[in-house]
């Protein structure tokens, strides 16, 4: 302990740790699926966001670079050291020249940044629709404890942790919870959106090019919340007509009852629906107004769904469904209940 | 009568994990170790004269920051548990359940009960002596302060085996805040835990800020003021416009839970979404209130190791004020996503862009500071010389996340989280390391050892970019945030194991640090200058560590750097060699009192009662708090003075020339 600081084992141990980090750092990189999403985008609102993370990563790279650079010349050039011969001015504490160029500079650029940010705010505003010669397909979601289910208005069907949505055509996910609030997100087709009870938000995103989607929700709803992931596949047209025939042939309705046994807390399977109760997201959406879902001098007429929570339930909802989520949430496109199109 | 107990036992102790009972056996050992220690070598009355009950802002301050470093400690090890759960997909270390608590606890510990005493410890060092004053404006608040903020955070703490951990996110949105998700107490824990800790923060942000206004040295103007004493000027401000936006808003989401409200709940005409807002008006600059103290410390001591005076003092001080008042303006930037629409994004993109050009400035300033300068890498100065470019990559990815249509992408995913990792531990935790190093000497007399310390610094600067670098590329994979695992099909297996590793080391780290603050008591070597770095500002003038009167002749003030300018005037023969014999005066101190430690755990009771609903227990909580406020409004002990004869007899033997 006696040593000089910065010994030579330390040197060595330093040295070795660094080494080893970078290693394991490199491995990591190419080991990896290296699909980073958010830099590979598949629609047009991502590529606008795409655009704007490079233009906006230049423009801060300017001022940083140059900045780390001085930083080190000047540590390195002014360090004390027996000898030393670069210039010692213990006075030198102001400069209207420099300090104008250091708020100067800083400003110019934050300006510029600005103006792209603001362009680029009103041109990739969520809720405004996609300029296409196609008329939009409008998906409902509705974010649970801890599942995504999607409704289809124009096709009447139902999915849950699954959309299947047609390439080339805008789509106007118009989102709400049934639950905590959560974020949608799909990555490689656009910037998420948060799903709140008791409103309606919307989002359009459109895919360039047919595939299976990641899809996650990303704010934080509770104990299994990392369960909720979903797929959003993008199909041609025509595999589009045949899944959503497929789905009204051969899958059950979703009735106000199968709605609520999917609201009580749980992971879920990849499901489909034949069809699901008229205007059932609006009621969601309207649910805490008076006359609406939740409203208790409406009791009567309405099956309430479950807002109860205990552990009980939770568990109980897991084994109502069937659930073993960790064999079942594979990716593929496959769905697990019910044999949903694969689209791959 | 035996049932009714075990079943009361099962619901009030956290139980069922083996963690857990581990965790239950070490506190239990320690504090009985703790109990028989001091009652074997009879310490109690000592404990409670020189510490419990002291108004001292030195021993506050030690307080402080032995707090601070303990809870770095319990932050610390939550973190690590977060990165072994995340180190393998599919891992089942950690429950869902358990790993939500354990994120929540680690984000309101490292900021509400780490970052904050640990500056609020470093204010109360400083700050007197460095405008030399003899204490700060209002001693027994500044008592109160800390014992509010200690039992606060021990209330939260109690939460890990008593009734169970909030679970919910370190800042608690509704409606999973709410009672109809979140029935247990860990979330009445967290609202009374704030509560009573935020109490004593807005009441040291008065005192501090009073302490500065009027009770400099004669002839420290304002614009002479040491760069640290600024930034706790600007940190006052902020906290006093901040910290009661938190305690309205815990307030009401308590109101909601405890007496059926509705103002953040979905039913009854809530709306979350006010919380959201109101958090943050608190929480964002709250940032700031932890990051201005941490431009402070560098400035200090980057002119300090420099051998220069600071460049652009003037630029600093009105960066500072800029960044103080716009972060007031920035809030909704952490809620882009949550459909404001185009106009309030675009506002709050270009206002949280600003906050760049202030910070750019003062990079500049202290790169500049250390041009022509002749820099020794000491310890506070290593710590600082690796703030600059964690803080310069932090700064850039916070600019990028300020660029509102591409915020809708890296929200909430570990893009984020790599990035306020990033400024607040290269900023906050570095600056408050530098600090701690800076002025150990003045709080203890003695430098912390520079071998260990060095082993500690590289181990935490290494795990640092090894932890957060490869969050960055997670984010952009999409991994979002408070997921408690991920399947092996998303391909971010690898890099989550690189930033598991990197975490580790930086454990490693506050290992080495923790030997190295025993080893250096052990092995201290008596600093007999008071001015062990050849510094620059009045707190280095006294012996260390200082007296408990701080100045036995206040000093008088003529520029910025007082000490380094008297030295060179001494240097230069300008000055005699030797002062002549000061006249001392008999100094006024004030009392030590109790009452700060028995109201503030008048308020532990009852934010315990609150906590489980045991209305008894939060009355008779409260009537205590009530009757401390009768006792000291009826207390009429105006202090008492040292004799000039003590002062004169303590000065030569600490001194010793003298």
Redesign the interface.
């Known amino acids: 302990m006696s040593k000089k600081p910065g010994s030579r084992l330390m040197k060595w141990v330093v040295l070795i740790v660094t080494v080893l980090s970078l290693a394991l750092t490199v491995w990591a990189l190419f080991a990896g699926t290296g699909n980073y999403f958010v830099l590979n985008p598949k629609g047009p609102i991502a590529e606008g966001q795409r655009d704007l993370i490079v233009i906006s990563t230049i423009l801060t790279a300017i001022v940083i670079v140059p900045t780390t650079i001085i930083a080190f010349i000047i540590v390195w050039r002014y360090r004390d050291k027996p000898g030393r011969k670069a210039k010692y001015d213990p006075d030198f504490s102001h400069n209207n020249l420099l300090e104008t160029i250091w708020w100067g500079i800083p400003i110019v650029v934050i300006f510029i940044l600005a103006v792209v940010t603001v362009r680029y705010t009103y041109a990739l505003e969520p809720s405004v629709a996609l300029k296409s010669e196609k008329e939009p397909v409008t998906i409902q979601v509705v974010s649970l404890d801890w599942k995504w289910v999607f409704f289809n208005p124009e096709e009447n069907i139902a999915t849950v942790n699954s959309v299947t949505i047609p390439e080339d055509t805008p789509i106007r996910f118009e989102l709400t919870s049934d639950a905590p609030m959560n974020s949608f997100w799909v990555p490689q087709l656009a910037g998420q959106i948060y799903t709140m009870s008791g409103m309606a938000m919307t989002l359009y995103m459109q895919a360039d090019h047919p595939g299976t989607y990641f899809g996650s929700g990303a704010n934080f709803s509770g104990e299994h919340f990392a369960d909720m992931r979903f797929d959003v596949n993008a199909v041609s047209d025509a595999d589009y007509r045949a899944w959503v025939d497929k789905v009204k042939s051969e899958s059950k309705p979703m009735t106000m009852e199968t709605y609520q046994s999917l609201a009580i807390p749980g992971t879920a399977d990849k499901q489909s629906f034949s069809s699901f109760p008229d205007n059932l997201f609006q009621q969601l959406v309207t649910k805490y107004l008076p006359g609406g879902l939740a409203d208790n001098s409406n009791r009567a007429t309405h099956t309430t769904p479950q807002t109860e929570i205990n552990e009980k339930e939770s568990e109980q909802g897991q084994s109502d469904m069937g659930t073993d989520t960790k064999s079942n949430n594979e990716h593929d496109g496959l769905g697990t209940d019910t044999q949903e199109g694969s689209n791959n | 009568m035996l049932e009714n107990i075990k079943e009361f036992a099962s619901e009030f102790f956290v139980t069922g994990d083996p963690l857990i009972y581990g965790a239950d056996v070490s506190i239990a050992l320690v504090t009985i170790a703790i109990v028989a220690g001091l009652t074997y070598f009879k310490k109690w009355k000592w404990l409670w004269r020189n510490w419990l009950t002291t108004v001292d802002h030195k021993k506050i301050g030690i307080m402080y920051i032995l707090a601070a470093i303990i809870m770095m400690f319990r932050g610390g090890v939550d973190a690590l548990m977060m990165r072994t759960q995340l180190a393998i997909p ?1 891992f089942e270390f950690l429950h ?2 358990h790993y ?1 608590q354990v994120f929540t606890t680690h984000g309101v510990v490292m900021i509400l009960f780490m970052a904050m005493p640990f500056m609020f410890g470093l204010f109360n060092v400083v700050v007197p002596l460095q405008i030399g004053a003899r204490d700060v404006a209002f001693p027994f608040l500044n008592s109160l302060s800390f014992w509010l903020f200690f039992l606060g955070a021990m209330l939260f703490n109690l939460s890990f085996v008593i009734g169970g951990s909030p ?3 370190w800042l608690s ?1 509704p ?2 805040s709410e009672l ?2 979140n ?1 247990g107490p860990g979330q009445n824990f967290y609202i009374w835990g704030i509560q009573i800790s935020g109490i004593g923060s807005l009441a040291t942000g008065i005192n501090f800020l009073v302490t500065i206004i009027k009770m400099r040295a004669p002839g420290m103007t304002m614009m002479k003021m040491p760069m640290f004493t600024w930034s706790v000027f600007a940190t006052c401000v902020i906290i006093i416009f901040a910290f009661p936006i938190l305690t309205v808003t815990l307030a009401l989401l308590f109101l909601d839970r405890f007496g059926g409200g509705h103002f953040f709940t ?4 809530g ?3 006010m919380y959201i807002n109101l958090i943050w008006m608190w929480g964002h600059p709250e940032v700031y209130i932890v990051i201005l103290p941490a431009f402070g410390i560098f400035s200090e001591i980057v002119s300090v190791f ?10 600093m001080v009105f960066a500072m004020m800029i960044i103080a008042f716009v972060s007031f303006f920035t809030w909704a930037h952490h ?1 882009f ?3 404001s ?2 106009d309030v ?2 506002f709050f ?2 206002s949280t ?2 906050i ?2 202030p910070t ?2 003062k ?3 202290w ?11 000491d310890l506070p100065m290593l710590w600082t ?1 690796a703030f ?2 964690a803080f ?2 932090g700064g ?1 990815t916070g ?2 996340l ?12 570990y893009f984020l989280i790599a990035h306020f990792h990033q400024v607040l531990i290269g900023g906050v935790v570095f600056g408050y390391f530098a600090g701690m190093y800076y002025w150990w000497p003045k709080m203890f007399g003695f430098k912390l ?7 500690s610094f ?2 935490w600067n ?1 795990g640092f970019y ?1 932890c957060f ?2 969050q960055y ?1 997670l ?4 991994m ?8 092996w ?7 989550n ?2 930033s598991t ?2 975490a580790y ?1 930086m454990g490693i780290a506050f290992v080495f640090q923790a030997i190295q603050i025993a ?1 250096s008591f052990k ?1 201290r070597e008596k600093d007999t200058t008071g001015d062990i770095w050849d510094a620059h500002t009045l707190e280095w003038t006294i012996p260390s560590p200082a007296p408990e009167y701080n100045f036995a002749i206040t000093p008088v003030v003529d520029s910025r750097d007082p000490l380094w300018v008297e030295k060179q005037r001494r240097a230069a023969g300008k000055l005699p060699k030797k002062d002549a014999k000061p006249k001392y005066e008999p100094i006024h101190m004030p009392s030590n009192s109790g009452i700060p430690i028995v109201f503030s755990t008048f308020f532990f009771i009852a934010g315990f009662g609150f906590t489980f609903h045991w209305v008894w227990m939060a009355v008779l909580g409260l009537a205590g708090v009530l009757a401390c406020m009768v006792v000291r409004s009826m207390n009429d002990d105006e202090g008492f003075y040292i004799p000039a004869e003590e002062v004169e007899k303590t000065e030569a033997s600490l001194r010793g020339t003298l």
Not at chain 2, 266 to 269: I, K, Y
Not at chain 2, 449 to 455: F, S, V
Not at chain 2, 480 to 487: A, C, L, Y
Not at chain 2, 489 to 495: E, Y
């Open positions: 599919n869902p359940e939500n679970d919910a996110g949105y409606p999973l109809q998700f029935p979905l039913d009854g005409g709306n979350p979404m420099s051998r220069k005076k600071l460049f652009g003092y003037t630029s809620f996503t949550m459909g629409g185009a994004n675009a993109a270009i862009m600003l760049a050009i750019g400035v990079i500049f300033n790169l500049f500071t250390m041009y022509r300068g002749r820099i020794r890498f010389v600059i470019p310069i990559v850039m600019v990028l300020a660029v509102a249509p591409a915020d809708f992408q890296y929200h909430n995913s050892n520079e071998t260990l310390g060095r082993w590289w181990f290494i090894v670098m490869p590329l984010g952009l994979m999409g979002t945030r408070r997921v408690s695992t991920f399947d099909d998303t391909g971010w297996g690898p890099l194991v690189v590793v990197g080391l080893y092995y």
